[in-house]
């Protein structure tokens, strides 16, 4: 079926450094992405979203680069800081456009 | 003022109980969902309610019966509970039903920790 980056695997930095977390997609007709940060304990915080017509759309340290051809979905996020450290996941509308579907997650850790 | 809550944050008890868990969000949406985390932190909606009318049910076992006296409540009522249950289970709002037809994102709660022994 179709599938949102079914993996949680563990992306380490250093304090300072950019942080890139990627997320494959396999529902071609999606049109809508989002990526959310869960923190230890917390729910998943909307972070920065970005519709299918655009490639690249920026926020504040962070940006979201999507690639249709690949189905591939980045963020990048500038100069981590410790409070980056968090579960990142990327989330896709279905078909009918009223649900999201999350993919794995990733975890971030930021090393001081 | 939390913008979408739920209680209890923890919540612990015994296979074959009943349980239920509560939802409210006072940011005026008109869409709420149940979302399931598992211990390998992947993220599944359960329910999905518009202006108290479901609209989305991902093959939950009927086991599982939200109901929603008005929008800016939904609860999660779990009848004989199983091992399998234990979780974390999030509440979420968002304006509109259509999800990023107005760019609209989802607001999720804390969660509750359910743990079935």
């Known amino acids: 079926g179709e599938s949102v980056g079914l993996h949680l695997p563990t992306l380490s930095v250093q304090e300072g450094d950019n942080s890139i977390i990627n997320c494959a997609y396999s529902n071609s007709a999606s049109d809508y992405f989002i990526w959310y940060k869960q923190e230890s304990g917390k729910g998943p915080q909307f972070i920065i979203d970005?519709?299918?017509?655009?490639d690249k759309r920026q926020g504040q340290r962070v940006t979201v680069l999507l690639n249709k051809t690949v189905k591939h979905l980045s963020l990048q996020i500038a100069a981590t800081q410790p409070g980056d450290s968090a579960v990142y996941f990327c989330a896709e509308n279905n078909n009918a456009g009223n649900m999201l579907t999350f993919g794995g997650g990733t975890r971030l850790m930021v090393k001081p | 003022d939390t913008a979408v809550s739920q209680t209890p944050k923890y919540l612990v008890t015994q296979m074959g109980n009943d349980k239920s868990i509560k939802c409210e969000q006072n940011l005026g949406h008109d869409t709420m969902y149940w979302y399931k985390q598992d211990s390998k932190k992947f993220l599944k909606i359960m329910f999905s309610y518009n202006n108290k009318e479901l609209i989305i049910n991902e093959t939950v076992p009927n086991r599982f019966s939200p109901k929603s006296p008005d929008k800016a409540h939904l609860n999660l009522h779990i009848n004989s509970l199983e091992l399998g249950d234990s979780a974390v289970y999030f509440c979420?709002?968002?304006?509109?039903?259509?999800?990023?037809?107005?760019?609209?994102?989802?607001?999720f709660g804390p969660g509750t920790r359910l743990l079935v022994l």
């Open positions: 979420a709002s968002s304006q509109d039903r259509w999800a990023g037809a107005t760019g609209e994102t989802q607001y």
């Open positions: 970005i519709r299918s017509n655009m």
